[in-house]
């Protein structure tokens, strides 16, 4: 079986979460996880919090946000 790029695992419906982006097969915000990572809980907490993730999961939500970081400037003075 061919592995799915990591990006895949992100998708956005405007029926879930508003149309945010959320990890497939849940209703779990990428924004959230990119939080929480930022804010400092481990994978293991993150996994243990969020028992439907997987580390793939969390791979993707890493990839989604730097796709979107290459995309945008922000001033951040």
Request: contains cysteine.
């Amino acid at each position: 079986m061919a592995q799915r790029e990591p990006i895949e695992r992100i998708v956005s419906d405007p029926d879930v979460a508003f149309g945010k982006p959320v990890v497939q097969g849940t209703r779990i915000p990428v924004s959230i996880v990119l939080g929480l990572l930022a804010d400092g809980l481990t994978v293991a907490e993150l996994l243990a919090e969020y028992p439907h993730l997987t580390e793939d999961d969390i791979r993707a939500c890493l990839a989604y946000g730097a796709l979107l970081s290459g995309d945008h400037l922000v001033d951040l003075a």
